[in-house]
């Protein structure tokens, strides 16, 4: 069965400092990986997407990702965080062999500490 | 452009009582994705579709749950007999192509008493 897991349900990081999300996930199929943050009241916004090509991935507001298929990951980083990215971050994999039906892991709050 | 939107963007409802939530893809997407996030969780997978049918509607908890899209738009998700156990925040989605990325709508979040 497809699953995803986000081992960290929180993690608190002070302004300016780095971060890493953890992303780990098990499929039988050639995944598509993603990246969505959504705020409190707010639907998902996509942060970044890795479908082939380059493993390491850029999306919006500073983030990258790298997909490693030897370990099954696909870690979010930033290297300075900004307390506008306090949010509930969500790791989620698909593939055309599912119909692209969206597996997500069960979310990473971020507090971002001044 | 216009987003995915989706109405009611809440909605309170008796247990037993029959509700429908409505969604509004991006216009030309093909591709419409309905989701159940409960409290804590991230989404759940209810039913996709291509077009006007239903794909695959696996995700689907029983048959108290039905969902159409009759003209390839505008999709209606309905659940009958509603119990405390549905309540979440109902996520709606679209895609360009099957293959695409998904962009979500702000969700209708269902409190069912």
Wanted: with cysteine; net charge neutral; aromatic share 12%.
């Amino acid at each position: 069965a497809q699953s995803v897991t986000q081992p960290d349900i929180h993690i608190t990081v002070s302004e300016g400092a780095s971060l890493e999300l953890r992303c780990n996930y098990s499929y039988g199929a050639t995944p598509y990986l993603f990246w969505y943050v959504q705020s409190p009241g707010q639907g998902l916004q996509l942060l970044l997407k890795y479908f082939s090509g380059d493993t390491l991935v850029q999306g919006i507001k500073g983030f990258e990702a790298e997909f490693k298929r030897s370990q099954s990951s696909f870690n979010l980083r930033k290297p300075s965080v900004h307390w506008s990215d306090a949010a509930e971050y969500f790791c989620a994999v698909g593939a055309q062999e599912y119909g692209n039906k969206l597996v997500f892991g069960a979310g990473t709050i971020l507090r971002v500490k001044s | 452009g216009a987003g995915v939107s989706q109405t009611p963007s809440n909605k309170v409802t008796e247990k037993g009582k029959y509700v429908e939530l409505r969604c509004d893809p991006i216009s030309g997407h093909t591709a419409l994705y309905w989701y159940r996030q409960s409290l804590g969780q991230g989404p759940e997978f209810l039913i996709y579709f291509q077009g006007t049918g239903a794909a695959d509607d696996s995700g689907l908890p029983n048959d108290r749950f039905f969902a159409v899209r009759p003209e390839g738009s505008v999709s209606t998700l309905k659940i009958q007999r509603t119990e405390r156990g549905d309540s979440a925040v109902y996520l709606c989605a679209s895609s360009l192509r099957q293959q695409d990325t998904q962009y979500f709508g702000p969700g209708t979040r269902l409190t069912v008493l």
